[in-house]
Nanobody, 124 residues
């Protein structure tokens, strides 16, 4: 069992930056979980944003955020991050972090554990 808590969302103007954090609590070592960020805008399906391998050596991004967002993790702090730069109004959504044992994937259904989400709103 893994409990995930996101933080760092908020309201920002287009072109601005935000950093999201996802802190995990688990009996199992945080470094045994691959992690991902997903987002869901009103009226739309949840979509993949970025993923990172359990040791942080491999990352993957959706095309829509590549070059603007950076995923990272600090296994000593049981925390994953999403640095979001050059934000656009289309980035407005609830952002969720997710965890699954060992291997990373971009498929939401493959993740076993989810946070409650944090709202990101980008104004034009």
């Amino acid at each position: 069992q893994v409990q995930l808590v996101e933080s760092g969302g908020g309201l920002v103007q287009a072109g601005g930056s935000l950093r999201l954090s996802c802190t995990a609590a688990s009996r199992r070592s945080f470094s045994s979980y691959a992690m991902g960020w997903f987002r869901q805008a009103p009226g739309k399906e949840r979509e993949f944003v970025a993923a990172i391998s359990s040791l942080g050596t491999i990352t993957n991004y959706a095309e829509s955020v590549k070059g603007r967002f950076t995923i990272s993790r600090d296994n000593t702090k049981n925390t994953m991050y999403l640095q979001m730069d050059s934000l656009k109004p289309d980035d407005t959504a609830v952002y969720y972090c997710a965890a699954r044992a060992w291997t990373m994937t971009h498929i939401a259904h493959d993740y076993n554990y989810w946070g409650q989400g944090t709202q990101v709103t980008v104004s034009s």
